[in-house]
């Protein structure tokens, strides 16, 4: 609830500082994603108890979400921002927490994103050609909640304005601050010991992930009649918090990560009237970080002295993509109503009377 009345406030604020001559468009907006969430710690070489493995969490991110979006722009400026949030906890499909041996030929992957060699390699995963030794499988639920700003400069022919034909190039930039938790639960757990143990085992774990992102980039804007083209590439910088709670084990893992990523977008639209307008945007989002955690609480023994073991590398990559529509509204703050006078002719029934 404190996250809606904050985002309410800033769109309100967005609205209310924004200078007399400019305009404003608003309105709601429904957004369907999917994709996957992977969290990744280990090592391919043998650590000081001469082990080679790791443990990965996959959480899929399939979900729906309401939102409220608002705008103004004046001249070549644009100002957007948007709240969108799941609402409730969704259910979002099947997860799975693993537990991995590596051998010779495994490999580890921890940098997709190489700027130095000008590499990209499109895949959530670190560690490949592992074994498992544990496998969990169980449904899981996403509760979601995200406040984001950007800025435009429109260059040349291009304007802010939906409702004007236009077309050229434009730079943004912008923040997005996301919170979400994930629920692993109902879980079919496999272990392979001595015997082999494979039994329901209930509630896994939760976790809890706070996400801050600076985008930057470069868009293009094409309007034609009442039809409109918006496609933008941002890359993107970011810092993710999370939380990683055992329930069973009573044990918190705690992760600090930096990453990099991008975010594209291909929007079209379309006026409906000359205030109201709809469009459907299509986006990819990815953001590839690394950092450190470390482990608080535990029951077991092995859990305990975790605790004293300092921090373990971790790996949290996120790959999604989702579908927006949404009905948007102009404010036009320069509108006045026509008075006749004997020097300005006013329309009435389509005509023009003196």
């Not at 190039?169 to 923040?175: M, S």
């Not at 976790?207 to 890359?235: A, C, H, Q, T």
Request: charged share 20%.
């Amino acid at each position: 609830m404190k996250f809606l009345i904050t985002g309410i406030i800033f769109i309100l604020n967005l609205f209310a500082f924004s200078p007399i001559t400019a305009e404003a468009i608003w309105g709601p907006t429904l957004e369907r994603g999917g994709g996957e969430y992977v969290f990744e710690t280990g090592n391919r070489f043998p650590n000081l108890s001469g082990i080679r493995g790791g443990s990965r969490i996959t959480f899929p991110r399939n979900f729906t979400q309401f939102g409220l979006f608002g705008s103004y722009f004046d001249s070549k400026w644009e100002v957007r921002g948007s709240i969108k949030t799941t609402g409730w906890n969704q259910n979002s499909g099947e997860a799975r927490d693993e537990d991995f041996v590596l051998g010779n030929t495994s490999q580890e992957r921890t940098t997709q994103i190489a700027t130095r060699e000008w590499s990209y390699s499109d895949s959530g995963h670190v560690f490949s050609g592992s074994r498992n030794f544990a496998d969990g499988k169980g449904k899981s639920t996403i509760r979601q909640d995200i406040i984001e700003a950007y800025g435009r400069y429109y260059f040349n022919g291009a304007s802010p304005d939906y409702w004007k034909e236009s077309n050229g190039f434009f730079i943004t930039t912008g923040l997005r601050y996301s919170y979400f938790k994930y629920l692993l639960y109902d879980v079919n757990q496999f272990v392979d010991s001595r015997p082999i143990f494979y039994a329901p085992i209930g509630i896994g774990l939760s976790f809890s992930n706070n996400l801050y992102e600076f985008f930057y980039g470069l868009g293009y804007r094409y309007s034609v009649e009442k039809f409109y083209l918006d496609v933008s590439f941002m890359p993107s910088l970011g810092r993710i918090i999370t939380r990683d709670f055992h329930i069973q084990r009573s044990i918190n893992f705690l992760s600090d990560n930096y990453g990099a990523g991008w975010q594209s977008n291909i929007e079209v639209g379309y006026a409906l009237s000359e205030s109201w307008l709809s469009y459907v945007r299509l986006g990819h989002r990815r953001f590839f970080s690394e950092g450190r955690f470390t482990a608080r609480g535990g029951l077991s023994q092995q859990d305990l002295l975790s605790n004293l073991s300092g921090g373990f590398k971790s790996h949290i990559n996120i790959k999604d993509f989702s579908i927006e529509i949404g009905f948007l509204n102009k404010v036009n703050w320069n509108e006045k109503e026509l008075v006749p006078t004997e020097d300005q002719p006013v329309k009435n029934n389509g005509e023009f009377k003196n």
